[in-house]
């Protein structure tokens, strides 16, 4: 997987083509004259949008560089400042695309639902990270390595970042046990792996 960077966008392309983009929607405008910049989301031939915190008149906005103008309401350094924003919130949602092993198979309803963070009120990947936090806050670091070993170790299993709780069943959990076994992993890790996973379930 390669990175296209340009000045005010960055993509990521792989044989799905997925692309991140600040725009706006001349149609959504609302009653000041505004419109919301959105992070336009591509995956799979369709197409998605995630609001910003930031509005302005779409003549101050560049539609091809993606980008805030100077002149309208912000000042210069304000403009450079949300531009700055907008860059960074691109950059993450590449990031946490890019480490979906599996997204050329992924539909963009479960796509967004990472961009989002939405899958953490109900996945595997949620949950453990509630859990983490909650025995680094306990001060009990032990546990807290263990679900980190457990979660890291479940997520390369998987490939993705998102696991709901109803593919955890039977069956997966046997293909989990056989793939650590067949990278020569410890019968008792393996054992802390599967006793942590269907606790966090």
């Keep these: 997987m ?3 960077y340009t000045p005010f966008t ?17 149609k959504v405008i609302r009653k000041d004259g505004t419109a ?12 998605r949008y995630i609001a910003t915190d930031y509005y302005i008149p ?16 912000y000042s210069k350094d304000e403009v450079d400042k949300i531009n700055n924003k907008l860059q960074i919130k691109l950059g993450i ?7 979906q092993k599996n997204i050329r198979f992924m539909d963009i309803g479960s796509l967004m639902k990472i961009l989002r ?8 990947f949620g949950l453990a990270e509630e859990r983490i936090n909650k025995y680094k806050k306990l001060g009990n670091l032990n546990y807290m390595d263990l679900f980190k070993f457990t979660k890291n170790t479940v997520e390369n299993f998987c490939g993705t970042s998102i696991l709901p709780f109803e593919s955890i069943d039977f ?11 067949l990278r020569n992993m410890r ?14 379930d």
């Design 117 to 124: 963070d939405k899958h953490r009120e109900y996945d595997f």
């Design 187 to 200: 019968p008792n890790s393996i054992s802390i792996h599967m006793r942590n996973t269907l606790v966090s």
């Design 93 to 99: 949602m590449a990031d946490k695309a890019e480490k």
């Design 171 to 181: 069956s997966w959990l046997t293909r989990l046990e056989y793939t650590l076994k």
């Design 2 to 4: 390669s990175y296209i």
């Design 58 to 73: 779409p003549k101050y906005f560049d539609a091809k560089t993606g980008t805030v103008k100077t002149g309208g309401p």
């Design 36 to 47: 919301n910049i959105k992070i336009r989301v591509c995956h799979q031939k369709k197409t």
């Design 10 to 26: 960055r993509h990521f392309k792989n044989c799905t083509m997925s692309t991140f983009k600040a725009t706006i929607r001349k």
